[in-house]
């Protein structure tokens, strides 16, 4: 799986998240306001003032728009109206506006005061011009009520002059049931009030008391659940626990904050969409927020100092109360500037305060929106980021040196709490650089990546060894910094840049890197120009011209140009050069393991299994580095799982003490698939094509998209399967694709179209033995010998049948045994003694190898040729393990004709209506799901409409909708 595959093929394979249009505009996470301000409108003697309050961003604008949307629904002539910056110097304003709005109103609809009425118009400009309030609110009352029912909406009212809301307040008191006033402002703080302004929350516009009844609504942060539902709108897609944690990380929930990270991550294709799931793309940068982003425009609004303090804060604010003194010492300000500052950002919501212990002082302050932090630190520039770093820097390390010198005025420096302690000072000491003790920051960010390896999360080790390499200057350490440069590069995911700097150190070596060093880079730059699949490349470094530029002893070169033309699958070739080089190799503990287990593969794809018996009986010696034990324990683990020898690489991780949980994620995909934990497997499937992190080296290259593309079919997604198979054809350029072909002709089968299964299958087979492939080839053969044996060519079948048996005797492995058995049964005369016997020595094989689909499949066949009909209750428990709905479906049908109770009927009724709700989301018409639930299309027809009546969804747009997001199957309403 590739996340940046063609749009045709990404839907299931992974592509980038196609971010609906118009979704934002829903309000998520809002829904128990809005019904709270609907039982305002309903109840006739509820309030007729509802204020809504909020922080910056807490989206009361799209709530304002909501509450208009409602209150027409209800036949209100709806006044929306909204206040702007400046509004507040102009007296009266706001409610001019709102009279304003009701003549133009009456003046479309031609509704005009009764005869004998005094016009409300006549009497507001004089009432203005005398500043009578009181008069000016018997005139927009009177005119309001001559529109009514109607509802004056004001939003941003704390930009609104101080005498209009007194008007309002008055208009509020006095209003007939028929009048509404809806009015939104910010609200930066909680329950208590506005600690900036000293305002109540409930005059948080500055309304008189006598306003009368008022209900406030104020809008609280999203949750994570809601913060959930955002994007899975937002993309069309179950969203990944790790990308909400990191969206609310980066946001606390603020609406306006997420809408815009999402907002900015989809304009990067940084969140990617495999198999419904929303993922955020590996390393994805935090974006930048634009300059008309609305806190953006809020600090750029707010001038200086605010905009140098803001600036300033977003590197030192985790030091607390000091932050305040070197933000002074590091930007020319003076204190009380500085101070004024933190107290208008902290005003305008941009800031949060942090209370100190007993009632002191604050603690220090922190960015309501770390995205806001990241976006105003991001403008910085090296010159003014490497100042204030290092002025951090120096607080620091003279606190944990215990100098006075240099806090005597001040409180020493110490990190706040709501501070990430790991990486803040050695991020710090990157940025500031060459202005620090150079040597001292070299040990320091050394030891920081060290600590912190292997970073799977990539918080900054690569980052931090960088940053120290920069700093050191004796070309000898220079050259270990480099080295350890590479490693951290390629744990992180960072292939090219591993090659690149691999071959930095290999084109002049020095005497500090030993052979070992030597010989695991030469390695590292094969794997990593095969992890990025450049051929031409792997190709370039398969001939001895390329290695002998180098001035590389042979014990490292060799094996690396062996292991060059293995991956090329030029397996000969390799085993060939292996052969006559062995006395080069052979005699260096460390260096050897890599040859040994490329011999062992090669080996394995013509068929021969004796030399990874050989390798396996003969484990490395414990005093190797760890990481090259774990790198190779990793390497056998995979060809045992390729080989679908499960029981063995249990018992090999077992020897090695080492954990599945450890092993490479490719490698650990395979294992949660043979084990049939398809759930864990689909996860971490997902996950993979999001970090672009499926790549298996041959002769395993496509066993990921083999197997998820076979979970994908048994949980009834056909053409998600064909999707993420054609999304892998040709990636590997010239290499055989028996394992696709495999899973190819099987989607093809499940759709009805078994002469296509039979041609791939056919052209599977030519290529491998073109190529002298025998790995995998008995896959293909008992897939033949199976469909032309339904197809009723038995003499066909019978030649398949024959190669399938050489294999099983020539490979010994258990899984060619197995197949073998299953398909001579199936041509054999079905009901023969002889049928019977091999099923039945087919069904203790494969309990015996512990892999419950396999087993499931097994058992199926079994009791469809005359065996046992109770081995079908087995299998159908087993498919239920692995979440198999179609295999399900199909075995529920096989027990029925058989006669035997199937247990659970609810269950199966809710299993049927996903797998039916699945193909419809699949885009399968009603034929061809007829096909794929071998049913008539009549059948198919009224399934649907019994799954319609049943949930309230009322055509298939609504059930793909519901199935993309992840929600249940029913509708909103039903």
């Not at 809301?165 to 910010?186: F, H, M, N, Q, Y």
Request: aromatic share 4%.
């Amino acid at each position: 799986m590739d996340s940046g595959r063609p749009a045709e093929t990404g839907a299931v394979y992974g592509a980038t998240a196609p971010w609906a249009d118009g979704l934002s505009v829903h309000l998520v996470g809002r829904e128990q306001e809005l019904t709270e301000f609907e039982r305002c409108l309903d109840d006739p003697d509820g309030p007729g003032l509802v204020l809504v309050h909020g922080e910056r961003g807490a989206g009361r604008s799209a709530f304002a728009q909501a509450a208009t949307e409602r209150l027409a629904a209800r036949d209100h002539v709806v006044l929306p109206l909204v206040c702007v910056r400046g509004d507040q110097d102009r007296p009266l304003l706001l409610a001019l506006r709102v009279v304003t709005a009701v003549r133009e109103h009456r003046s479309v609809t031609g509704r005009q005061p009764a005869a004998g009425r005094t016009d409300p118009d006549a009497e507001v400009l004089p009432a203005t011009e005398r500043g009578d309030r009181a008069a000016l609110a018997d005139a927009l009352l009177s005119a309001l009520t001559h529109v009514a029912p109607v509802a004056v909406v004001v939003d941003d009212a704390q930009y609104a002059d101080a005498a209009s809301l007194d008007v309002l307040g008055v208009v509020a008191a006095r209003r007939p049931p028929e009048v509404r006033l809806v009015i939104t402002s910010v609200r930066h703080t909680g329950g208590a009030g506005d600690a900036a302004s000293g305002r109540r929350q409930d005059q948080a516009v500055g309304l008189p008391a006598e306003a009368g009844t008022a209900r406030t609504i104020a809008l609280p942060r999203l949750t994570r659940p809601q913060l959930a539902d955002m994007v899975a709108r937002r993309s069309q897609a179950v969203p990944d626990p790790a990308l909400v944690e990191r969206v609310l990380g980066l946001t606390r929930g603020i609406p306006a904050a997420a809408d815009a990270l999402l907002t900015e991550w989809s304009r990067r294709d940084a969140v990617r969409i495999a198999d419904g799931h929303a993922f955020l793309a590996a390393s994805a940068p935090v974006p930048v927020l634009p300059d008309e982003d609305r806190f953006m425009r809020a600090l750029h609004e707010l001038g200086e100092p605010c905009r140098t303090t803001a600036a300033a804060l977003s590197i030192l604010w985790p030091l607390g109360r000091t932050a305040a003194a070197l933000v002074a010492g590091s930007t020319g300000l003076s204190d009380q500037e500085v101070g004024d500052g933190v107290r208008r950002l902290i005003a305008a919501g941009l800031l949060d305060e942090l209370p100190g212990e007993n009632g002191g002082g604050p603690r220090g302050w922190v960015f309501r929106s770390p995205l806001m932090e990241h976006a105003t630190r991001e403008r910085l520039g090296p010159l003014e980021r490497g100042r204030m770093s290092a002025a951090a820097v120096e607080a620091l390390w003279a606190a944990r040196d215990g100098a006075t010198a240099a806090t005597a005025a001040r409180r020493p420096a110490v990190l706040l709490k709501e501070a990430d302690a790991v990486t803040y000072l050695p991020d710090r000491i990157a940025d500031a650089g060459g202005l620090i003790d150079r040597e001292r920051a070299a040990a320091e960010l050394t030891a920081a990546a060290e600590a912190l390896h292997p970073d799977p999360e990539d918080r900054g080790m690569l980052r931090w060894f960088r940053a120290a390499l920069r700093l050191i200057e004796e070309p000898a350490a220079r050259e270990l910094a480099l080295l350890r440069c590479v490693k951290a590069a390629w744990i992180v995911g960072d292939h090219p840049a591993a090659g690149r700097a691999a071959e930095t150190i290999l084109r002049a070596p020095s005497d500090v890197v030993s052979g070992p060093d030597l010989h695991e880079l030469a390695t590292l730059q094969v794997v990593a120009a095969t992890s990025v699949k450049d051929w031409p490349q792997l190709s370039r470094m398969g001939a001895a011209e390329w290695w002998d530029r180098l001035p590389l002893p042979p014990e490292a070169a060799l094996p690396a140009r062996a292991l060059a033309l293995c991956m090329s699958e030029r397996w000969s070739e390799g085993l060939d050069l292996l052969s006559r080089t062995e006395t080069v190799w052979r005699p260096h503990p460390h260096i050897r393991l890599v040859p040994e287990l490329a011999q062992a593969v090669g080996y394995l794809v013509q068929g021969r299994t004796d030399a990874l018996a050989r390798a396996l009986e003969a484990p490395p010696d414990p005093g190797l580095p760890p990481e090259v034990l774990y790198s190779i324990a990793a390497g056998y683990t995979l060809q045992l799982l390729g080989n679908a020898d499960l029981c063995g690489a249990m018992d090999l991780l077992k020897d090695r003490g080492m954990p599945p949980a450890a092993l490479p994620p490719a490698t650990r995909f395979l294992l949660l698939h043979l084990q049939g934990r398809w759930d864990d497997a689909l996860v971490l499937a997902r996950g993979m094509v999001a970090k672009d992190q499926t790549f298996i080296a041959a002769p395993q290259h496509h066993l990921f998209a083999a197997g998820t593309a076979a979970i994908l079919l048994a949980r009834g997604k056909p053409a998600g399967a064909a999707r993420l198979i054609a999304g892998e054809r040709g990636t590997h350029e010239g290499h055989v694709e028996i394992f696709l072909d495999v899973a190819e002709a099987a989607v093809l089968r499940t759709m009805g179209r078994f002469d296509a299964a039979d041609r791939i299958l056919r052209r599977g087979l030519r290529e491998a033995d073109a190529r002298g492939y025998v790995y995998g080839t008995d896959e293909l053969a008992a897939a033949l010998a199976t469909l032309r044996a339904e197809d009723g060519r038995a003499d066909a079948a019978a030649a398949c049948l024959r190669r399938l048996e050489e294999l099983a005797g020539r490979t010994g492995t258990g899984r060619t045994r197995l197949l073998y058995l299953l398909a001579s049964a199936r041509v054999r005369e079905q009901g023969s003694g002889t049928a019977r016997e091999m099923l039945h020595e087919a069904v203790d094989l494969a309990r015996s190898r512990c892999q419950p689909f396999e087993t499931a499949v097994t058992l199926t066949a079994a009791a469809g040729d005359a065996g046992p009909p109770e081995l079908l209750h087995e299998a159908y428990e087993l498919y239920g393990e692995t979440g198999s709905l179609l295999s399900r479906f199909h075995t529920r049908a096989a027990m029925r004709e058989a006669g035997l109770t199937v247990p659970g009927r609810r269950q199966a009724t809710a299993e049927n209506e996903r797998l039916l709700a699945t193909l419809v989301t699949e885009g399968l018409t009603n034929r061809q799901i007829a096909t794929v639930l071998r049913l008539s299309e009549d059948a198919v027809a009224n399934r649907l409409s019994r799954l319609f009546t049943r949930t309230g969804l009322r055509s298939r747009t609504e059930v793909v909708s519901a199935m993309l997001t992840g929600n249940p199957l029913t509708a909103p309403d039903h």
